[in-house]
């Protein structure tokens, strides 16, 4: 019988899921590293110049919402090349809607960012 783990003992597994995930796109994806790298220099920065706690909010949220926009896109690319590796256009679509979501993530912060300093 397949037991659920529950309390401590989830948590425990979820973070070691976590790091598998962060791990894997690490190696996997060199956009990802680009972002994150962006994203760990850019982070300080936003707290730094943002002069209300809303504005350090807005700079650094918008951050890492692309890494999180990454991380899913990279998911969607993994399970569409897990399937087949021959052509369908619905696999092309989930591609390009993720790809279209990383470059509104983009985009977005890049507003804002531009919005907040300018």
């Known amino acids: 019988m397949n037991q659920k783990r529950t309390g401590m003992a989830r948590i425990i597994k979820a973070t070691e899921y976590t790091f598998a995930g962060l791990r894997a ?3 996997s994806e060199a956009a990802f590293r680009q972002e994150a790298v962006a994203a760990a220099v850019l982070v300080p920065v936003g707290i730094y110049l943002g002069q209300t706690s809303a504005e350090k909010a807005l700079l650094v949220s918008t951050l890492l919402a ?3 926009t990454e991380l899913l896109n990279s998911g969607i690319e993994a399970a569409v ?3 087949g590796t021959e052509f369908n256009p619905l696999a ?3 591609k390009d809607m993720g790809s279209a979501a990383v470059f509104i993530s983009i985009f977005m912060a890049a507003t804002v960012w531009s919005i ?3």
């Open 81 to 83: 090349d897990r399937i």
């Open 116 to 118: 907040i300093l300018i």
């Open 92 to 94: 092309k679509q989930a």
């Open 66 to 68: 692309v890494v999180v």
């Open 25 to 27: 796109a690490w190696v």
